[in-house]
């Protein structure tokens, strides 16, 4: 092994997910953060029944910390990308006891959905997907979570959030970033079940669904904070 692959190897696997995972943490520590339609979630944890959280990469931010600090004693899995930033990612989720698969609908896609189904049905572990990601194109869904939901017939619930202040990032997905001592708001949709055989079509017409409502939250979310003056 080189002194240069050493070096790397070090701040990727050790340096910069403790550096995150301490900046997510005072970050977060400073927003004031309500939830909003948990109850289900809640009791399908009670219940110990997993469930498939479905987000737009641009709110990925807040969702490690959110499952570590809120969703106690969660047991999760993330569907992360193989490429060198998804390395990074993997490693901050998994110093919040969280699991990582690396894996896309065009690296690893086929791998990494069944490492996410035995996850699930296996260990009972709750999947996370960016049903976008990791590259885009900007909310539009890929068909992996469908097949997923279909596989371990789980329910899929919608999740975002939005907060008062934040900066938005030049990226493809234009990232989120809240601002330190700023509020919002943290909201769950309805589940929705996946029937096992499906057609072309209906394929097609599930990721449509399954856009629209992370679109009706996130916008549950905006009108929220743009209807309220604290939290």
């Given amino acids: 092994m080189t002194l240069k ?5 070090f701040l990727y696997e050790r340096f910069f997910p403790r550096l995150g995972v301490l900046l997510i943490n005072v970050l977060f520590m400073t927003i004031r953060m309500r939830w909003f339609n948990d109850a289900f979630v809640f009791e399908q944890q009670r219940k110990n029944k997993p469930l498939i ?16 600090y809120r969703l106690k004693k969660h047991k999760l899995v993330a569907l ?22 690396h894996g896309s609908t065009t690296r690893g896609g086929s791998e ?12 009972q572990y709750d999947c996370a997907i960016t049903p976008d990601g990791p590259r885009g194109p900007k909310y539009i869904v890929q068909p992996g979570i469908v097949s997923l939901a279909q596989a371990t017939e789980l329910d899929i619930v919608p999740v975002s959030y939005d ?18 001592f700023t509020w919002g708001v943290f909201l769950f949709g309805d589940p929705m079940r996946i029937p096992v055989e499906l057609t ?21 979310a905006k009108q929220w904070v743009a209807e309220n003056k604290r939290c």
Avoid: C
């Fill in 163 to 180: 907060v008062r202040h934040k900066i938005r990032l030049k990226s493809w997905d234009g990232f989120y970033i809240p601002l330190p």
């Fill in 80 to 101: 992360i990308s193989r490429s060198k930033d998804g390395r990074l990612i993997g490693n901050i989720i998994r110093n919040y006891n969280l699991a990582a698969v």
């Fill in 5 to 9: 692959h050493s070096i790397s190897s």
């Fill in 200 to 220: 072309e079509n209906e394929r097609e017409n599930w990721k449509t669904y399954i856009a629209d409502a992370i679109h009706s939250v996130s916008n549950q």
């Fill in 53 to 68: 959280f479905a987000f737009w990469h641009n709110r990925l931010l807040y969702m490690p910390y959110a499952s570590k």
């Fill in 112 to 123: 990494a959905l069944r490492e996410l189904i035995r996850y699930a049905k296996e260990q």
